[in-house]
């Protein structure tokens, strides 16, 4: 059935559950609990479910959802993405789909973009669904305490709607995914979710991974040096730098330099890719990321910043080295570097869902995006009332001051007839440039940028007052509504005023549709330069000819040819992050792939419970290693057998053990020898223990601890793997092809390592039975 058809069974079941009493209307929730029972008819089942929260709504929140509000409930209820402009009321909105799908399953989220939005919304609706019966729950109380005891959490997750915030869930899911056993589980079935302003979480924060550090490494001692090294360098001799994709490189002049530098033969190879790591590192951070767009320094951190809105990233660090890259970049002392143990990234988490959906201002002009990578169709709502704002056609400019110049002229004259305006810039040094040029005129204003976001959206909320002026990169404070007060809907409302170009439509048509809401008058102004970033990054050379002949030109582009260069250069820039996200989406296959393996294998030595075959399993490992070790060579010395034996064979071992045994072994015979001494060892921890189901306990857990440390190493190593195959990939080479082969090598890398280590956790480990458990202390 067609939604508008749903839509006007809803409407007509209005006045009779307007005439129910509250317990008859509460009463119907059982009635529709019988008839998903009954597997009854879909339609009639959604629209009286519809139309009951429709009428709690009014009585417990005070609002009546409009038609137009039903239709994006049906929408999202489906699985679909509804396109409702902002202040259309999502917020209320969402409590149709929320209420039906939790009655049909557990697992049910709305989850927003920050820990203000979830609390905001919990708090605006949480009554409503208790007087329904339901329990809700807010996810990001109490977020303080980083690792909040299992048990609370798990309350948190039993209830039947879950109000949240992406990273929240994004961390508990990490954290979850972490538990050594059943009993530190707490996460519930990812079954629904309504992702409230879709794009934000599914587009912007697509390439920012998640991620949980484990225990500091040693520490790197080439960061400072390799800086060192790189401020020696110069552009397009020894490296180059492609600004439009963000990536710099070494030339080959660049690479031999490096080889006098470090005196090393070659630093391409796997023995100095520790080293080379580090180069490109410290040559990303002096040249590609920027101070005050990418991160700010505060006091003597490195805080990084959300590029598109300016905010700062809580929780979240550059990603592996580079923060500590930035670090000697920056002259400041370096932090110790953590191994990240475990990640995932937003598209990931999100895809783990069963049914997902979502709602937001701005979706349709990534209708085939949100097709293709999660299967969900963009549908535009009209707005309840008739959209009376006015967007003014761009004014282009030649130079960044004399866009400068021409759009503070704009502001002041809105200002000075009390016009609140909000001025919005893609960048926060942008940002900050224009609130100096408006402190120096001496007028009164807000800045939005790297706050808190409680904080930014009740700037945000207030930006709608009489002669207010609030400068504030693109995103501050998304899901919030600008109240625009009575006085200055008569002087024509808000104005919004965009300084730069903005990196997608999509984020300028977010940008002008803070203005107009719910019918109100309002408009745009929009001023770009050749100078803008989104230009120079995409079509510099395009424009280079005409900018060389008319940068002292102060006066408005008139040229077609060039004006279509803006547009060029948006669409450009949306090309860039689409292909980005998608890669991603690749590498996370590739990862999400060996995840799979390496809980299978997991599960496989989860499951046995016979000492034979758990040894079997063991001794063929061993045997594996061992003979790696050994195989290749000719002539082994005692004191090289002694080693090893300590290193991985036995800590007991004696020199009278050699006794009747060859002064230099051929490998045959050292395997032989050790496999011998490995099987003694086995058998003594066997007697030692005197229980066999706890030396089935303690094989498992040597066995699985080697198992989920060498996968966090994996985990670390992809990570880094990312941002270095990006980094080649303006040599004309296919990143992802390159990051799958390379993931390839290093998994085969780390499955010897891990065979290795299980050998030597189950043969050098101490163990005591204390108060009946097993406590194992690895080597
Ligand atoms: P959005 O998330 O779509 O931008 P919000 O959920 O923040 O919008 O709601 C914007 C404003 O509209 C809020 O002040 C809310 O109280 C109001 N509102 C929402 N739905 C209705 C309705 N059906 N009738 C009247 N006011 C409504
Ligand atoms: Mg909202």
Not at 48 to 67: C, H, Q, S
Not at 98 to 119: K, W
Not at 295 to 323: F, P, S, T
Request: hydrophobic share 40%.
């Amino acid at each position: 059935m067609g939604h508008k058809k749903i839509l006007k069974r809803i409407n007509k079941l209005a006045p009779i559950m307007a005439k129910m009493t509250d317990s008859e209307l509460q009463a119907q929730v059982a009635i529709i609990r019988g008839m998903l029972a009954n597997n009854e008819d879909e339609n009639q089942i959604l629209a009286t479910a519809f139309a009951l929260v429709r009428e709690a709504d009014k009585r417990i929140i005070g609002l009546f959802p409009n038609d137009e509000q039903v239709l994006g409930a049906i929408t999202i209820y489906y699985g679909d993405i509804a396109e409702l402009k902002t202040g259309e009321g999502k917020t209320l909105v969402a409590t149709m789909p929320l209420f039906l799908r939790a009655l049909r399953t557990n697992g049910v989220f709305l989850v927003t973009t920050n820990e203000y939005l979830a609390h905001r919304d919990y708090l605006k609706n949480h009554k409503l669904f208790e007087w329904l019966g339901l329990t809700v729950s807010d996810g990001v109380a109490d977020n303080d305490e980083e690792f909040l005891h299992s048990e609370v959490k798990k309350k948190v997750y039993e209830a039947d709607i879950i109000y949240t915030s992406n990273s929240a869930l994004g961390f508990d899911f990490l954290i979850d995914g972490l538990a050594a056993n059943e009993k530190g589980q707490f996460l519930c079935e990812l079954n629904y979710a309504i992702l409230d302003e879709v794009d934000s979480i599914l587009l912007d924060q697509a390439q920012t991974p998640l991620l949980i550090s484990g225990a500091p490494t040693i520490q790197s001692n080439y960061f400072i040096i390799c800086n060192s090294f790189v401020l020696t360098l110069e552009e397009d001799i020894d490296y180059e730098y492609d600004e439009e994709k963000r990536s710099v490189w070494l030339t080959e002049r660049g690479i031999e330099n490096a080889k006098d530098y470090f005196s090393v033969p070659e630093i391409m190879n796997i023995e100095h890719f520790e080293l080379f790591q580090h180069i490109v590192l410290a040559l990303k951070a002096n040249f590609v990321l920027k101070k005050d767009r990418d991160y700010i320094v505060d006091g003597n951190e490195i805080k990084l910043l959300d590029y598109k809105n300016g905010r700062i990233m809580k929780g979240m660090n550059l990603q592996a080295g580079l923060q500590q890259a930035v670090e000697a970049f920056e002259n400041l002392p370096i932090t110790a570097e953590t191994q990240t143990i475990s990640s995932v990234t937003y598209q990931n988490l999100f895809r783990s869902f069963k049914k997902l959906s979502g709602m937001t201002g701005t979706a349709n002009t990534n209708k085939s995006e949100f097709i293709e990578t999660y299967n969900m169709t963009v549908k535009k709502i009209k707005t309840h009332k008739k959209d009376i704002r006015k967007d003014y056609k761009p004014e282009r400019y030649v130079t960044f001051d004399a866009k400068m110049e021409a759009s503070l002229k704009k502001v002041l004259e809105l200002h000075k007839v009390g016009r609140p305006v909000l001025l919005i810039t893609g960048s926060v040094d942008i940002s900050e440039l224009y609130s100096m040029h408006l402190l120096n005129l001496g007028i009164p204003h807000n800045v939005l940028n790297a706050k808190n976001s409680a904080k930014e959206a009740m700037i945000i909320k207030e930006a709608g007052r009489k002669g207010s002026l609030t400068v504030a990169t693109a995103m501050a404070g998304r899901g919030t509504d600008i109240v625009v007060d009575s006085e200055a809907v008569e002087l024509g409302g808000l104005a919004v005023v965009i300084g730069e170009l903005m990196s997608s439509l999509r984020i300028e048509l977010q940008a002008k549709g803070r203005s107009g809401r719910q019918g109100l008058p309002g408009d745009t102004y929009t001023y770009e330069s050749l100078e803008d970033d989104v230009i120079k990054a995409n079509v510099q050379e395009n424009i280079q000819k005409y900018y060389d002949r008319h940068k002292n030109k102060t006066d408005k582009i008139r040229s077609f040819k060039i004006n279509r260069e803006f547009s060029n250069a948006q669409s450009k820039s949306e090309d860039n992050s689409y292909s980005a996200r998608f890669n991603n989406l690749q590498y996370d296959e590739v990862q999400r792939l060996q995840k799979g393996f390496i809980d299978e294998i997991r599960s496989t030595i989860l499951k046995i419970n016979e000492v034979s075959k758990l040894e079997r399993i063991f001794i063929s490992i061993a045997k594996d290693t061992i003979n790696e070790n050994f195989q290749t060579k000719q002539q082994i010395s005692r004191a090289e057998l002694k080693r090893y034996i300590f290193d991985r064979v036995d800590y007991n071992f004696k020199e009278n053990m050699f006794e009747n045994q060859p002064e230099m072994f051929t490998s045959k015979q050292a395997i032989e020898f050790l496999m011998k001494l490995l099987g003694e060892n086995l058998q003594n921890r066997k007697s030692e223990l005197d229980d066999e189901e706890a030396f089935i306990e303690y094989i498992k857990i040597a066995m699985l601890k080697a198992i989920d440390d060498c996968w966090s190493g994996q985990v670390d190593s992809l990570n880094q793997l990312r941002m270095v195959v990006a980094q080649r990939a303006s040599a004309q080479r296919d990143p992802v092809l390159e990051y799958e082969n390379e993931a390839r090598q290093s998994y085969e890398l780390y499955r010897d390592i891990c065979q290795r280590n299980i050998l030597k956790n189950v043969a050098l480990s101490l163990f005591e039975i204390h108060k009946g458990e097993l406590i194992v202390t690895f080597p």
